[in-house]
């Protein structure tokens, strides 16, 4: 199968497809991972014991052709693959990775028909969805719809959930965005996997219309803080020390959002890319 790729550095976009002049002939690493296994030999023992795994950045090879007249492509690509640009890939519409060119365009110099090849580097080894997920954990749930009984004017009601599932249906684990909103005073809001039992608490007292924004993306963690309408503060500081960042495991993750204090005002919701060790098309 042909996949439909498109380079993206900044508000440069290459599509490397042959109706922009561009076929791929060859593309290597979208389905395989290289992990490194740090082991141990055991005395008398048979084989070794697995300590640790380690899944290795990608590696990403792009072998192609300038169909026609070379000049013009042979110009877009020396423009947009350029060094210490971070970039990503966009495939089928549906995947996206970002790289790091450790090879420039390497361009025949033939006036038509001219092959080239490109190697980029992904740190993060693992294609994400395009589409973000969302899945709203408390809020207001709407009641009021057409045909209705006007003598009822009850428009909505506060979800009032114990956990809630979160689907994930991505190959590996992935990071996520919580978004967490104060419809009154909330002391120091929580997000627990039940499972696994992990969970991150912000110690924080919010107020009516204050926002939480917490992250923990490709194993980073960040926190930022919002009261009304003014912009986001960094906020890492009020991670309590106890917090163990998780990340949603692929299938169903039961999460609970919970609060010290009044976490019935809570409006909260999760968002996420789910992620594939490989493209699956």
């Keep these: 199968?042909?996949?439909?790729?498109?380079?993206?550095?900044?508000?440069?976009?290459?599509?490397?497809?042959?109706?922009?002049?561009?076929?791929?002939?060859?593309?290597?690493?979208?389905?395989?991972?290289?992990?490194?296994?740090?082991?141990?030999?055991?005395?008398n023992g048979i084989g070794v014991q697995v300590n640790t795994q380690t899944v290795e950045p990608?590696?990403?090879?792009?072998?192609?052709?300038?169909?026609?007249?070379?000049?013009?492509?042979?110009?877009?690509?020396?423009?947009?693959?350029?060094?210490?640009?971070?970039?990503?890939?966009?495939?089928?519409?549906?995947?996206?990775?970002?790289?790091?060119p450790t090879?420039?365009?390497?361009?025949?110099?033939?006036?038509?028909d001219a092959g080239f090849s490109v190697m980029l580097r992904a740190p993060f080894p693992y294609f994400a969805v395009q589409a973000e997920k969302t899945e709203v954990m408390m809020g207001v749930t709407k009641l009021f719809k057409f045909p209705c009984k006007l003598?009822?004017?009850?428009?909505?009601?506060?979800?009032?959930?114990?956990?809630?599932?979160?689907?994930?249906?991505?190959s590996v684990a992935c990071g996520f965005t919580a978004v967490l909103t104060?419809?009154?005073?909330?002391?120091?809001?929580?997000?627990?996997?039940?499972?696994t039992g992990e969970y991150v608490m912000i110690k924080k007292t919010m107020h009516d219309g204050d926002t939480i924004t917490y992250s923990y993306l490709n194993g980073r963690a960040s926190v930022y803080y919002a009261q009304g309408d003014n912009a986001p503060v960094?906020?890492?500081?009020?991670?309590s020390i106890d917090s163990v960042p998780f990340e949603l495991a692929p299938g169903d993750n039961p999460i609970k959002i919970t609060a010290a204090d009044g976490y019935s005002l809570l409006?909260?919701?999760i968002t996420f890319h789910p992620v594939y060790a490989g493209v699956e098309q």
Excluded at 12 to 31: S, V
């Design 58 to 100: 990608k590696n990403i090879s792009l072998t192609g052709v300038l169909l026609g007249d070379s000049s013009a492509r042979r110009k877009d690509l020396l423009r947009t693959i350029i060094p210490r640009a971070v970039s990503r890939l966009e495939i089928d519409d549906l995947y996206t990775i970002t790289v790091y």
């Design 182 to 195: 104060a419809d009154g005073d909330v002391v120091n809001p929580k997000i627990e996997h039940m499972d």
């Design 103 to 112: 090879q420039t365009p390497e361009i025949e110099r033939y006036s038509r």
């Design 267 to 269: 409006d909260a919701f």
């Design 234 to 239: 960094n906020a890492f500081s009020a991670l």
């Design 1 to 43: 199968m042909l996949h439909k790729i498109i380079y993206v550095q900044g508000n440069k976009r290459l599509p490397l497809t042959p109706e922009n002049g561009i076929i791929l002939t060859n593309i290597d690493g979208l389905t395989s991972q290289n992990i490194t296994l740090d082991t141990t030999k055991t005395v």
């Design 151 to 170: 003598n009822s004017f009850i428009l909505g009601q506060r979800m009032q959930l114990v956990y809630k599932f979160v689907n994930n249906p991505g």
